[in-house]
């Protein structure tokens, strides 16, 4: 069976070609790099992991509630949609909207993939080639992860999001060699890392869904710093107009994908009323408070980076984010790693707890 027969509403064209511009930059030093690049690098190859195997794929899971997420967290929960619907209804309306989610999570991290790889190509210094090409085989396995999860166990896929897909457009279509990173490690990898984290944190403990993205937020927290290590001494040496370039780039992406996670598709798909349904994401304080943590991780890596400029600041004021300027971001990080380490420390207890169970058992036998 096809992806193609699990959309909801098949793309058409069925493949999206985007022109991409910018030179492919060779480099004959091959000398030491720089150092906390190169350490990275080293992460990144000690950190690879397979998919098939990490993730326990026999854990049964919900198709109506694939992640587990409490009603008070479903966007239209209290809304008059909400409301009317019986649990039947209900339920599509939780699996649509999970479905939703985790196919823009897919179609991101294929973003990721193609960006990562045109990193390897325009990207002028050695040491940031080794890392992308290091992280084009994490977004692969990525893609991997959350393709089986949506097909296996949802049984849905929705098309990308439109304002994914201009960021994804106008990342690609840059001849600046620094725009993919900026696009892509910064902004939509930022936003995902958050995004993620939600996820993850509402998700129950030992499920299916947990497990995936926090193995995936391990790997995110990477490429994150890889972009701020590449950018961070870059920009420092751009004219004040190169600088103010970036800047604008960057507030009209943050609109972008603020926009992102309203999921009008999916009021469209289950046949609501799509302009009130939005109406109500637009101002539910629970959705508020979730479009504003998405920017947890981009507003201090976009003031690390340098971009800080009066545009940048007035824009994180109209969506009240600025104060996420103060953020330890190197914190963030390190949790986010921290989480699939406590996700594999809780998994072998459970498979040493279950041989004693199993020898208590065959004990009691004899």
């Known amino acids: ?11 058409t064209p069925y493949s999206w070609e985007v022109p991409s511009v910018g030179d ?51 966007p239209l929960f209290g809304s008059p949609a909400w409301e009317s619907a019986d649990e ?45 090409a290091t992280q084009t085989m994490d977004e692969a396995r990525h893609v991997e992860a959350f393709s089986r999860f949506l097909q296996e166990k949802i049984g849905l896929v929705y098309p990308v999001n439109k304002n994914l897909s201009a960021l994804l457009a106008d990342t ?72 103010g370039e970036r800047e604008e780039f960057v507030v009209d992406a943050c609109y972008l994908v603020r926009d992102r996670f309203r999921g009008e ?17 637009d101002t539910s304080p629970l959705m508020i408070q979730f479009r504003s943590h998405l920017f947890s991780r981009i507003v201090p890596i976009v003031k690390d980076i340098g971009l800080w400029g009066d545009k940048v600041q007035k824009a994180f004021a109209d969506m009240s984010v600025l104060d996420m300027g103060g953020f330890d971001i190197d914190a963030l990080m390190k949790a986010d790693e921290d989480q699939a380490d406590a996700v594999d420390e809780a ?8 041989v004693e169970v199993d020898q208590a058992i065959a004990a009691g036998t004899d």
């Open 172 to 243: 690609l279509g840059d001849s600046r060699w620094d725009m993919p990173y900026l696009g892509m490690q910064v902004l939509i990898e930022g936003l995902a890392l958050a995004a993620f984290g939600v996820q993850r944190d509402l998700a129950p403990e030992g499920s299916l869904a947990k497990q995936l993205l926090a193995y995936v937020m391990q790997d995110e927290a990477r490429h994150v710093a890889f972009g701020r290590i590449s950018l961070k001494d870059y920009y420092s040496e751009l004219t004040d107009k190169e600088r």
């Open 24 to 74: 492919a930059r060779f480099t004959w030093e091959y000398d030491d790099g720089r150092a906390r690049l190169l350490s990275l690098y080293q992460k990144g190859k000690d950190k690879q992991w397979d998919a098939e195997s990490r993730i326990d794929w026999t854990l049964d899971v919900d198709p109506m509630n694939p992640i587990g997420v409490p009603d008070e967290f479903h």
């Open 88 to 132: 039947k209804r209900r339920s599509e309306m939780r699996q649509h909207n999970q479905a939703w989610n985790f196919s823009q999570f897919l179609h991101g991290e294929q973003g990721a993939m193609v960006c990562a790889a045109k990193i390897v190509e325009v990207v002028p210094d050695m040491d940031a080639k080794f890392y992308a």
């Open 1 to 11: 069976m096809t992806t193609r027969e699990k959309y909801t509403d098949v793309p």
């Open 265 to 281: 598709e999916v009021f469209e798909t289950l046949g609501l009323n799509v302009k009130e349904c939005a109406e109500w994401v």
């Open 347 to 354: 998994r072998a207890e459970m498979a040493v707890r279950a």
